[in-house]
Every structure is written in structure tokens, then in C-alpha cells.
């Protein structure tokens, strides 16, 4: 039996379903990891079964081995979006190497927290993200900031309290054994020197960690005019327990040890290299370290307005 060859605009179930018509798509990579969060080993099929549905070409790219490599020829091929489908630090990363005049960006949620994701898109289903984006995406500038060449689009956490997320990330994955030393580094750390930082040239000031989130997700910014600055000053343990389930059950900015304003620059520093956690990944910054607020940072294909569901 001989092929049958669809007319163009159509499948062999019949016709396309429509593109966005808010930007141009022709050509999209899809980065599937399918070891990542929710994802899944079915992922990288049931991707390339929904983009057949529509008048692109396409290509599914499964991520294993050298990333980084997989990354790159993904960028040469010079799609007009990229989807990725993987955790969060690798969306971060293909974001920060697409910068604003690169291709789109479409982070779908398949890592863990999918902060980024449900903001732009209001759903944990990276499935319904991928054909609302198709569907009704346009190019949009999503904000963020950039600490020593490492930038994050949520939040970051800077100071003694970052160094938390390992021992939780261990819990996670089962490692116990590394949850205990962790957790022991953490403690020890806890009080023992505050961070001090200054907002966009202003006075000095201390405090236990400092907290920068986005404007994409910070619910006390209706403008990207800055990252918003939270300067957290628990005294004791006892505050520091208090300030967690405050953050859980209310609006954790009315804690009296908590004070936010917006900033476009922030400078930090201690004794030592600060622990950090950008966007759930920890990193160690230099002893002295500048944020800087990225207005546009890179574009993604999302709705408009943005969903924004997973707030702060």
C-alpha cells in the first residue's frame, strides 16, 4: 500500500488546528528531559503527537548526556521558540543563554516548584501550557535579575538561610545521610553573622537573608520597576519558626521582621561567600556580590495577559 500524502495544511485525521496569530511561528525545538520533576518517559512521544497537530515544523529534542551541547544545536537551528519541558534549572538556563533578542522562550511546567511556568501559563499541566502557548502565545518580556553572571526570573534567596535547600533537596531524592550534614551546616551557620546589603545606593543595613523576587511573581509589584526586596531579621529561632508558618497560612510581609521596598540594584556582603538559592538552585557568590534587576530579560511565548497564578 502506497503512502497517502496529506494536502498541505492538513493531516491525514484531517486539518490543522490554528497557530497563534500574535507572532510568527515556523520552526520550534522541543527540550524534553524526561528524568525531570513529572515529565515522564512518555513525554518526548506525547509532544512531538501534539505538535503534529499543527502547521510548524518541529523537532522533539530528549535531553540526555551533554546538556549543555544539546542546548547549543538547539539555538543554531535558529527557532522562532524554544519549549522546554525539563526542571527548573534548565529552563533558567535556556532563558539566560536566549537573553531579550534571542529566540522565545517557553518554560512548560515540568520540574519541581514550576513557579515560572504556572505564572505564565496557569497550569501545572505542561500539556495545556504547550497548546495555549501555540495557540494564543505572543512574544512577551519576562523580568528577572542577574547576580554574578547567574540570572533568575523568580526569586532569590541570599544569606545564611540558603543553605536550607540543600538539606531539603537531599530529603527529597532520599539521601538522608546528606540531609543530616546539611541540615547541621545550616544550623551552625544560623545567626552566627548577618548579611549586610544596601538598596540602590542607600543606607546600610543587616539582616538574616534577603529575599528577591520578581516582579512576574512578587504580588506586592503591579510594575516591573524593580525587584522587590524583602530583608528578613528574625533574632532568634524561635522568630525564625514563627516567620515560616506566618509565610505558610498569611501574608508573611506582615511579620514585624520583615521589610520590602522595590530596587533596581542591590549590594550585598559578609565575612565570607554568601549562600545563595536563585530560582531553587543553590550557588556560593563571592563575599561581595551585586543584583542587578533585568527589566527584559528574555521573551516568552505566553498569553497575554500572563496567567501570574503562582505568586509571592
Known amino acids: 500500500m502506497s503512502d497517502t500524502i496529506a ?16 507572532t510568527p511561528l515556523r520552526r520550534a525545538v522541543m527540550l524534553v528531559n524526561p528524568l525531570s520533576g513529572s515529565v515522564g518517559p512518555r513525554a518526548a512521544g506525547e509532544a512531538e503527537a501534539i505538535l503534529a497537530d499543527y502547521d510548524l515544523e518541529a523537532r522533539v529534542v530528549v535531553l540526555e548526556g551533554d546538556f549543555d551541547a544539546a542546548i547549543a544545536e538547539a539555538f543554531a537551528e535558529e527557532p522562532d521558540v524554544i519549549f522546554v519541558l525539563a526542571g527548573d534549572g534548565t529552563a533558567r538556563s535556556v532563558a539566560s543563554r536566549a537573553k531579550p533578542d534571542g ?10 516548584m514550576n513557579m515560572l ?8 499541566d505542561w500539556k495545556d501550557a504547550l497548546r495555549r502557548a501555540l495557540e494564543e502565545g505572543e512574544p512577551q518580556y519576562v523580568s528577572g535579575g542577574e547576580v554574578g553572571g547567574e540570572y533568575f526570573y523568580c526569586a532569590a534567596i541570599l544569606g545564611a538561610p540558603a543553605l536550607w535547600a540543600p538539606a531539603r533537596e537531599a530529603i527529597r531524592t532520599g539521601k ?10 545550616a544550623l551552625k551557620r544560623a545567626f552566627s553573622g548577618r548579611l549586610r546589603f544596601s538598596l540602590d545606593g542607600g543606607r546600610k543595613r543587616r539582616a538574616e537573608a534577603l529575599v528577591l523576587i520578581s516582579p512576574m511573581i512578587s504580588r506586592a509589584l503591579e510594575e516591573p520597576v524593580g525587584l522587590e526586596a524583602a530583608a528578613m531579621d528574625p533574632l532568634d529561632a524561635m522568630q525564625a519558626f514563627r516567620l515560616a508558618a506566618t509565610a505558610l497560612f498569611t501574608d508573611w510581609r506582615q511579620d514585624p521582621s520583615v521589610s520590602t521596598q522595590p530596587a533596581r540594584r542591590i549590594d550585598a556582603w559578609a565575612r565570607s561567600r554568601i549562600p545563595a538559592v536563585i530560582d531553587g538552585e543553590t550557588i556560593r557568590l563571592k563575599s561581595e556580590a551585586t543584583v542587578r534587576f533585568a527589566p527584559k530579560a528574555f521573551r516568552a511565548l505566553t498569553p497575554k495577559p500572563p496567567a501570574a497564578e503562582d505568586s509571592v
Request: charged residues 10%; proline residues 16%; hydrophobic residues 35%.
Open 103 to 112: 529566540p522565545m522562550i517557553a518554560p512548560l511546567p515540568g520540574g519541581t
Open 7 to 22: 494536502p498541505e495544511g492538513t493531516t491525514a485525521a484531517g486539518p490543522k488546528a490554528s497557530l497563534t496569530p500574535h
Open 117 to 124: 511556568p504556572k505564572a505564565l501559563y496557569g497550569t501545572a
Open 176 to 185: 538522608l545521610r546528606q540531609a543530616v550534614g546539611h541540615a547541621r551546616l
